[in-house]
Nanobody, 123 residues
Framework: QVQLVESGGGLVQAGGSLRLSCAAS????????MGWFRQAPGKEREFVAA????????YYADSVKGRFTIARDNAKNTVYLQMNSLKPEDTAVYAC????????????????WGQGTQVTVSS
């Protein structure tokens, strides 16, 4: 059982950068693979990035590959999403999630979710 809380969202101009953080409670944080998802108004939640338990393997949606970087610090129970070269289409609520399963893009395979943080990119 883990609790997840995102932070770091805000308003940024196109081409700018933001770093999101996801703080997790519980001593079993390192037992979970972690993912980031986003949901724009009127759209379904979509996969953004995932990272394995140790942080040695990462996975990205094609739409963010080369621009976003996911990382984790198990000593701090925190997962990060560094977002560079932001585009207006990146505007969404970003949520982190935890799964006992191998890193996956499938929303249904994640067990725990944060409430999300708003990212708005202006043109």
């Amino acid at each position: 059982q883990v609790q997840l809380v995102e932070s770091g969202g805000g308003l940024v101009q196109a081409g700018g950068s933001l770093r999101l953080s996801c703080a997790a409670s519980g001593r079993t944080f390192s037992s979970y693979a972690m993912g980031w998802f986003r949901q724009a108004p009127g759209k379904e939640r979509e996969f953004v990035a995932a990272i394995n338990r140790s942080g040695g393997s990462t996975y990205y949606a094609d739409s963010v590959k080369g621009r976003f970087t996911i990382a984790r610090d198990n000593a701090k129970n925190t997962v990060y999403l560094q977002m560079n070269s932001l585009k207006p289409e990146d505007t969404a609520v970003y949520a982190c999630a935890a799964t006992r399963i191998f890193p996956t893009m499938k929303l249904r395979e994640y067990d725990y979710w944060g409430q999300g943080t708003q990212v708005t990119v202006s043109s």
